[in-house]
């Protein structure tokens, strides 16, 4: 009997963590968009000569900077097997251009 109350709950539960989520993940928006915009007007103007952005302008900025630099084409959250095959040929690629006696006569090393 508690079984079946149970399992009648649990997509409430899993909808409110979802609502929450939204709301956390807008809050945190807004808030970096202020920090932004802050930032911008206080170093901005005075480096660069730059005008001052408005709080929607510095939103803006943080989306545009997200879909620039964080959605890149990738699964999020997934490991990426092509930094190893990157990181062997670099290392074969090293091991042809060094000198091979580099180890046993440190005077001719570079």
Same mark, same amino acid.
């Given at each position: 009997?508690?079984?079946?109350?149970?399992?009648?709950?649990?997509?409430?539960?899993?909808?409110? !963590?979802?609502?929450?989520?939204?709301?956390?993940?807008? #809050?945190?928006? /807004?808030?970096? %968009?202020?920090? *932004?915009? +802050? =930032?911008?007007? !206080?170093?901005?103007?005075?480096?660069?000569?730059?005008? #001052?952005?408005? /709080?929607?302008? %510095?939103?803006? *900025?943080? +989306? =545009?900077?997200?879909?620039?630099?964080?959605?890149?084409?990738?699964?999020?959250?997934?490991?990426?097997?092509?930094?190893?095959?990157?990181?062997?040929?670099?290392?074969?690629?090293?091991?042809?251009?060094?000198?091979?006696?580099?180890?046993?006569?440190?005077?001719?090393?570079?």
């Amino acid at each position: 009997m508690n079984l079946k109350k149970l399992n009648r709950q649990r997509p409430l539960h899993y909808i409110l !963590w979802g609502v929450g989520g939204l709301i956390l993940a807008a #809050a945190a928006a /807004f808030f970096f %968009g202020f920090i *932004l915009m +802050l =930032l911008w007007n !206080w170093l901005m103007p005075v480096i660069f000569g730059l005008p #001052a952005i408005t /709080f929607w302008q %510095g939103w803006g *900025l943080v +989306l =545009l900077c997200h879909i620039l630099f964080k959605s890149g084409g990738h699964d999020h959250g997934h490991p990426n097997h092509h930094h190893g095959d990157f990181k062997k040929k670099f290392n074969e690629r090293l091991k042809t251009h060094l000198p091979h006696n580099a180890d046993e006569n440190p005077e001719t090393a570079c």
